[in-house]
């Protein structure tokens, strides 16, 4: 049996699956960022995720789990949850605790190298090349980068509604959105909402969503800061390439892998870059993650181990992984 894992700081995705492909059990919890909530959090959200997926039976030797989880990078993390994980599996089970990038990335290059590039409530471009060398550009939080993450796009709109307002400009679509969003009738009035303590962040992120529906319609303003948002996209893109690649050899296509949140709703991004990447004739083949990144954990798991993943495994594995997470969003 293989077992992926998914795990962020709002929900963690196991599946487990048999070595044709076919998943046998498939659960989704709550958070597992362990820089993000409690060990106790934790512990609870895995003890039930593993309750699913193992149905609390001890796993042997033949057993694989991969789990990609964000937050375990630095601090003994991933030792933390290599020892949790092993709480729950026995002591036979071959575990390996990765970032959760690495299963974004393999998600779609089926554990190839590549560079993934994720936009979401935060941003970063991370890739791995074809000796195994890993680099990363951003990700650094949103006081110190973050160009193109939600936080990024929200700052850009409250800065030009409030750049308007100093002007004595009348409110326009983008300021009418926002005030409305959040229940005032004034842009100073937003100045409580956006600087309450431990709820800025996000609530500055949540205005990406108005930023990309108005993009939808056509509007300048909103284009051009998903323009702007895709030009450091690319920066990035290029500056990972040049640390990973730079002396691999004659490389004619590189996998750029787009996800999150704000990748997957601005498909206005995706074709922004294309286009950018043909004036410059860049080896950037941009994709957008079609499939669910706890896949990756189980092509990352075939990796690790030296198993070959063949067609009809990712065939059964994908077509069946749609039809669960389609059912899951119907519950």
């Not at 954990?297 to 030296?306: D, L, N, R, S």
Request: hydrophobic share 35%.
């Amino acid at each position: 049996m293989i077992i992926g894992i998914d795990g962020g700081g709002t929900k963690t995705t196991g599946v487990a699956v048999d070595d044709s492909g076919k998943i046998t059990a498939f659960k989704t919890v709550g958070p597992s960022n362990p820089n993000s909530s409690s060990e106790e959090t934790v512990r609870h959200e895995i003890n039930e995720l593993f309750s699913v997926l193992t149905k609390r039976k001890a796993l042997t030797e033949e057993d694989v789990v991969f789990a990609g989880i964000s937050g375990v990078e630095s601090g003994g993390k991933k030792e933390w949850f290599i020892k949790l994980l092993r709480e729950f599996t026995g002591p036979l089970a071959n575990i390996f605790v990765d970032n959760d990038a690495v299963t974004a990335l393999y998600s779609e290059t089926k554990g190839q190298p590549g560079i993934v590039c994720i936009s979401g409530t935060g941003s970063i471009a991370f890739g791995i090349n074809e000796s195994q060398k890993r680099g990363r550009v951003g990700g650094w939080g949103f006081l110190i980068g973050d160009g193109y993450s939600g936080f990024a796009l929200g700052k850009r709109a409250l800065e030009h509604i409030f750049s308007e307002f100093d002007c004595g400009e009348l409110p326009e679509e983008m300021a009418t959105l926002i005030l409305k969003k959040f229940n005032v009738k004034t842009v100073p009035e937003l100045i409580p909402n956006m600087y309450e303590l431990g709820k800025s962040r996000d609530r500055v992120a949540s205005i990406a969503k108005i930023v990309i529906e108005l993009s939808d319609t056509g509007d300048e303003k909103a284009t051009k800061f998903l323009h702007e948002a895709a030009d450091s996209m690319f920066k990035d893109i290029t500056l990972l390439f040049h640390k990973l690649y730079e002396h691999e050899g004659d490389h004619t296509q590189i996998p750029i892998v787009l996800t999150g949140g704000i990748n997957q709703h601005a498909k206005l991004i995706i074709n922004y870059l294309k286009e950018k990447g043909l004036k410059e004739r860049s080896p950037f083949s941009f994709k957008l993650a079609a499939q669910h990144p706890v896949a990756g954990a189980i092509y990352a798991a075939h990796k690790e181990t030296g198993k070959s993943i063949t067609p009809i495994f990712i065939k059964r594995l994908e077509e069946e992984l749609t039809i669960r997470m389609k059912t899951e969003v119907k519950g």
